[in-house]
């Protein structure tokens, strides 16, 4: 059994039925499948892959290369088409996720990039909770009439498989950002296969340590490298990664087009920084992931809490409060050790109330605090959250 670590981390009790078979399996003993070598575990290949050939004098590192252009007749001639310093980060990535990954400036180009994947005016049936810039690009394009969006709770099957009636993309996230639910996304993968839609699956609050939406049948899986890949909150950057498969090759290829004639494309340095960030993220989750499943746990009973969400995995917790928005505000001017900020997956412990944002739908509790919780000791981070929640 390999990444034994993990069948702790993820409290199985807390993931829905139908859902704990492929939990156990994402995170026990079934990481077969590795571009370069099929024996190693991911902690191994996360430590291990993107580095230069070993040979004398060599750096251990991957070139940070900062050349706008190659001399001529090599493989890649001018740098929007290909830099050695992405080669070593996609090839990183591409093994954890079990696929082959192009990186690009942001998660929201690699959003964009994925959505153009939709013919013009073409269905795609999304979440009625998802990320934020996804939900306002999506409105966007409902609006100009160059897509139509089919919003559905994604655990209603019977919804998703109607609205997937002539759909050409179904969007998947999972957990959603920032209510917490999670799909089935295998079965959502079967039914957009069965409709001739392709999926594609933001996964960037589980990251393929927990779930790898490949081995589930999603065409397209989506990061926001600024998260848990890169970890410290210095980075933008974002990745699509497509299976090593005819159909997944050809769909790599459009993707990679529209990098090159879009020009949406990660600088040399961010994208250093996220592979030295890809190195420890093994250990940067599951600390987060523990520190969360404590304080989730310990949310639970706390007199200044109403409502924990916390789906079993991962280190994303949305709390509600007494007082609503503002009882919700005061919390987060509260706080002293958790930073008050938006985004997540740093290893900093970062909290915000989500609907201050107003793109935020109104389905969000007024109240809704999302903890991205860090890597610091969990019982200082207790104390700074509890003085808060009592604070007002
Ligand atoms: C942050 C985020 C994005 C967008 O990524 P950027 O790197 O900020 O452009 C997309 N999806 C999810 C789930 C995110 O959290």
Same mark, same amino acid.
């Given at each position: 059994m390999r990444w034994a670590g993990w069948s702790v981390v =993820?409290?199985?009790?807390? =993931? $829905?039925a139908g859902l704990r078979a492929a939990a156990a399996t994402h995170g026990g #003993?079934?990481? #077969?499948?590795? *571009?370069?070598?099929?024996? +190693?575990a991911p902690a191994t290949r996360a430590v291990a892959l993107? !580095?230069?050939?070993? %040979? &004398? /004098?060599?750096? *251990?590192n991957a070139p940070l290369e900062l050349s706008s252009t190659y001399i001529a007749?090599? &493989? *890649?001639?001018y740098a929007r088409a290909g830099n050695p310093t992405w080669t070593a980060f996609e090839e990183a990535l591409g093994s954890l996720e079990g696929g082959e990954a192009l990186v690009f400036a942001s998660g929201m180009a690699a959003v964009s990039a994925a959505l153009s994947? +939709?013919? $013009?005016?073409g269905v795609v049936v999304v979440p009625h909770h998802s990320y934020n810039g996804t939900t306002s690009l999506l409105d966007e394009l409902a609006e100009s009439g160059a897509a139509v969006v089919r919003r559905v709770d994604p655990t209603d099957h019977a919804a998703v498989r109607a609205a +997937? #009636? /002539?759909?050409?993309v179904l969007w998947v996230e %999972?957990?959603?950002? &920032?209510?917490l639910e999670v799909s089935d996304i295998a079965a959502l993968a079967a039914m957009a296969r069965e409709a001739g839609a392709t999926t594609v699956c933001d996964n960037t609050f589980a990251t393929p340590l927990v779930q790898r939406p490949l081995e589930d049948g999603v065409d397209v899986v989506l990061h926001s490298?600024?998260?848990? +890949?890169?970890?410290? %909150?210095?980075v933008i950057l974002g990745a699509l990664v497509t299976p090593p498969t005819q159909a997944g090759r050809a769909t790599r290829e459009r993707l990679s087009r529209h990098r090159l004639l879009h020009g949406a494309i990660a600088g040399p340095f961010e994208t250093w920084l996220a592979l030295r960030g890809v190195r420890t993220m093994h250990l940067r989750v599951e600390r987060a992931t523990a520190n969360a499943t404590e304080l989730a746990a310990r949310l639970e009973t706390?007199? /200044?809490?109403l409502r924990v969400r916390y789906p /079993?995995?991962?280190a994303i917790v949305t709390i509600e409060v007494p007082g609503g928005a503002d009882g919700a505000e005061q919390v987060a001017a509260s706080v002293r050790l958790w930073m008050h900020a938006t985004s997540l997956g740093g290893v900093e412990s970062q909290l915000e109330r !989500? !609907?201050?944002? #107003?793109?935020?739908?109104?389905? *969000? &509790?007024? %109240?809704l605090l999302r903890l991205s919780v860090g890597i610091e000791d969990v019982e200082d981070l207790w104390r700074d959250l509890d003085q808060a929640l009592r604070e007002r």
């Open positions: =993820i409290a199985a009790e807390r =993931i $829905p #003993a079934t990481y #077969a499948v590795d *571009v370069t070598d099929e024996t +190693l993107g !580095r230069q050939t070993r %040979s &004398p /004098g060599a750096g *251990v007749d090599g &493989p *890649v001639n994947l +939709l013919p $013009p005016g +997937l #009636a /002539g759909a050409a %999972s957990p959603t950002n &920032p209510m490298v600024t998260k848990y +890949l890169a970890g410290h %909150s210095d706390h007199p /200044g809490v /079993g995995f991962g !989500r !609907r201050r944002h #107003a793109s935020e739908p109104a389905t *969000v &509790p007024e %109240s």
